[in-house]
């Protein structure tokens, strides 16, 4: 059977959608309790006899697969991208190869289910996943029980979703930020030993040892520079469309204003300050539907240790009508240096979007996904991490 304390990291309703979606035979009676723990023990139950059921309505490969989804990205909204140097495979290393090195390095616990997991040692690996490309390795994913937390529900395990992403060239370590508050380590410290232990350091270490993996931690400069980019990339898209909305007409009117207020060097720079305020206004009626790629809806500017200035758009919507924007906005592009910003991406061939916070700190970017992100997050995860290692 799946351990309770495992099943309590995903949703009721989830659960109640799967076995809709698989037609099980009197579902909500099978589930019904007075509490919610004791609905979490139904469920446990229910799995078990469907899976030994041999005309049940899903297989165990089936719900395996439901829960990993669930547990690696689902339940997991705070993220740590990192780079590494070494490891086992490449993106050019073959599907075959790769799996063949897994399957012989039992430790690796390669594509084990979830359900004969019942430890309750830290850092425990649960099992490890390969995703290919064009039969060419592209992701290793290892599911790992970090420990556990108290909450509402009881003892919960709390887990920890780490890939090895070959074709974008970072690592990535996913946690549930409500169980990092809840648990008794420290954030910097959890992850030094979660680095620790996929470097095969220590005695949790030795199950990832055949990884041969070394994390890189960034540097704050380079964390900086890569919001940075991000940034600039959404505030050139908005820049265009307001541009788009001036015309050749206004800016002789600004020049002419100028001149009449006895400037006779009339520089770029006077010329943007005067248009920033134009483009407060303008922003107030576009709608959001305007930016093909997405907008920004906060920013932290920081010089040295000091913040600079804290805007955000309280509803997530595009920023582009705050003054302390535009009042930045030349100073942030001549840093070339963004300590935090809220991104709202609209994904390329899709109706989907994605919101999150990227900020730089403990020699990380850091991503954190808003909770209504979380249906489909495996998605917008790829899309979110492509984004940033592209920048990086």
């Known amino acids: 059977m799946f351990r309770t304390e495992t099943l309590k990291n995903i949703h009721i309703k989830d659960f109640e959608e799967f076995f809709k979606e698989k037609d099980v035979k009197r579902r909500s009676a099978r589930m019904k309790h007075n509490t919610t723990i004791d609905r979490y023990n139904m469920i446990s139950k229910l799995i078990k006899e469907e899976v030994d059921n041999p005309n049940g309505a899903f297989t165990k490969s089936e719900i395996n697969n439901f ?4 547990l690696f990205y689902d339940n997991n909204n705070y993220e740590y991208i990192l780079k590494y140097s070494n ?71 709390f887990f920890a979703g780490i890939t090895v992403d070959l074709q974008n060239s970072v690592l990535i370590v996913r946690l549930n930020y409500r169980h990092i508050k809840s648990s008794n380590k420290e954030p910097l410290k959890l992850l030094k030993e979660i680095k620790d232990l996929i470097s095969g350091t220590g005695l949790s270490g030795k199950s990832f040892v055949p990884l041969k993996l ?28 307001l541009n788009a909305r001036m015309t050749e007409e206004t800016e002789d009117k600004i020049k002419e204003f100028l001149k009449e207020t006895g400037i006779t060097e009339i520089k770029d720079e006077y010329l943007e300050q005067i248009k920033a305020v134009l483009y407060q206004d303008i922003s107030r009626n576009i709608n959001p539907s305007s930016f093909k790629k997405g907008w920004i809806f906060r920013f932290d500017f920081r010089e040295g240790n000091l913040t600079r200035a804290t805007s955000k758009h309280e509803k997530k919507g595009p920023i582009y009508s705050s003054k302390t924007y535009w009042q930045l906005k030349e100073l942030i592009y001549g840093e070339e240096r963004m ?38 997050r495996k998605e917008k995860d790829e899309f979110v991490v492509q984004k940033i290692a592209r920048n990086l």
């Open 87 to 157: 490891f086992f495979a490449t993106k050019f290393t073959k599907r075959s190869v790769a799996e063949k090195y897994l399957r012989e390095n039992p430790l690796l616990k390669f594509n084990e289910t979830l359900e004969n997991t019942s430890s309750d040692k830290d850092y425990e690996l649960f099992t490890s996943k390969l995703d290919c490309q064009s039969e060419n390795a592209s992701a290793i994913h290892l599911l790992v029980r970090v420990g556990f937390v108290n909450n509402f529900l009881g003892k919960v395990d």
């Open 339 to 376: 300590h935090e910003a809220g991104f709202h991406w609209k994904i390329p061939r899709s109706s989907d979007s994605v919101d999150v916070r990227v900020y730089s700190r403990n020699d990380t970017i850091i991503v954190h996904y808003y909770y209504n992100m979380r249906i489909d």
């Open 67 to 70: 829960i990993f989804k669930k």
């Open 214 to 241: 070394n994390p890189i931690s960034l540097d704050e400069d380079t964390a900086n520079k890569t919001i940075f980019a991000l940034y600039k990339e959404l505030s050139s898209e908005a820049e265009d469309l």
